[in-house]
């Protein structure tokens, strides 16, 4: 964690590594009933919570969203769903990457269709796959759809990296690819992304995917965090954001200390996702702990877990003036 005084330090510099207009956007969480159906209600609910908190952005179908473990169909219903009640409030970014590049380019045409401006790629995963083939599988898509593409580095899952010359390439070949979310937790990897691009494509987004770095992804020069406890708490990232524009580096520090304490849900079971889940239920919203089969709802002693790291954490002047609807 960075300390107060280095964070002091590094806002005093001046320079072209600092961004201006840093945002911190919501890897939605996607509500389900319990025989594993979408919840539509529960998930209109989570939109409006997210957005009247005054989160940068929504990214639906991402990996807290389980699109791993969605139909197609329901892809789609979730397409329709999201864009007819957003309605364009919030910058709202797809995750359309399939497994083949027929299919997402599929799915990423019907999001376009049906209004989307924004969509974001999960390469394919189970086997490596050489930068050449990655090349054509970003490429195609990004040729087939009139629609602003971000690149989703997640090698702890895919098996592989998006390294930043296959990145340079394909910003260079693609105009339409705009950004990246760089889910990894060596915030070295990040920087050398940053210090690579930047230069040449200073309006190229690069967000990190881990919560704890947004404040480093910001001071390297990149454009914020995209992660998933901002479902519980979208208005401390919030305040995170207004604090970084405006260099309150005291607070900055205060905030840092809560995401690194929150951070230890991660560490409850391998897959977050019923976790992040009951703690948005612990706190007051409305949905159901379901995840997609085979993933479980947490469990009585997860529960015990996520009130024991909640109780730890005094938010009570982020929460001040807060009012769950």
């Keep these: ?86 309605h364009g409030r919030i910058k709202t970014l797809y995750g359309t990457g399939c497994m083949t590049v027929e299919e997402s380019i599929e799915l990423s045409q019907y999001a376009v269709e049906k209004g989307a401006k924004d969509i974001i790629l999960m390469s394919p995963y189970y086997f490596g796959l050489s930068e050449d083939i990655l090349y054509d599988y970003f490429g195609k898509i990004a040729q087939s759809v009139n629609c602003n593409v971000y690149l989703y580095n997640f090698p702890a899952r895919t098996g592989y990296d998006l390294s930043p010359e296959l990145t340079l390439k394909l910003i260079h070949d693609f105009p339409n690819i705009v950004g990246y979310k760089d889910t990894v937790s060596d915030m070295a990897h990040t ?88 703690a948005m239920i612990l706190r007051g919203l409305n949905l159901q702990g379901y995840c997609k089969s085979p993933i479980s709802p947490a ?17 009570s002047n982020i929460l001040a003036e807060e009012t769950v609807n």
Excluded at 3 to 29: E, R, W
Excluded at 60 to 77: C, N, R, V
């Design 191 to 278: 920087r050398k992304l940053i210090r690579a691009i930047a230069p040449k494509y200073p309006n190229f987004e690069i967000y990190s995917g881990f919560d704890e770095n947004y404040t480093r992804n910001v001071l390297s020069g990149g454009n914020g965090g995209i992660g998933a406890l901002s479902n519980l708490y979208p208005e401390l990232f919030v305040k995170l954001v207004k604090a970084t524009n405006s260099k309150n580096w005291d607070e900055i520090n205060q905030i840092q200390i809560i995401i690194d304490q929150l951070m230890s849900l991660y560490d409850i079971t391998p897959c977050f996702i019923p976790i992040i889940k009951q």
């Design 1 to 86: 964690m960075l300390t107060a005084d280095q964070i002091l330090l590094l806002f005093s510099m001046k320079g072209p590594m600092l961004m201006t207009n840093p945002k911190f956007m919501t890897p939605v969480i996607t509500a389900f009933d319990e025989n594993g159906n979408l919840d539509t209600q529960s998930n209109l609910h989570i939109y409006d919570f997210l957005i009247d908190a005054g989160i940068d952005g929504l990214l639906i179908m991402g990996s807290a969203g389980e699109f791993y473990a969605l139909t197609h169909e329901e892809k789609k219903q979730l397409i329709d769903l999201s864009i007819t009640h957003i």
């Design 299 to 315: 469990t009585p002693a997860q529960t015990n877990q996520i009130k024991q790291i909640l109780n730890a954490i005094d938010m």
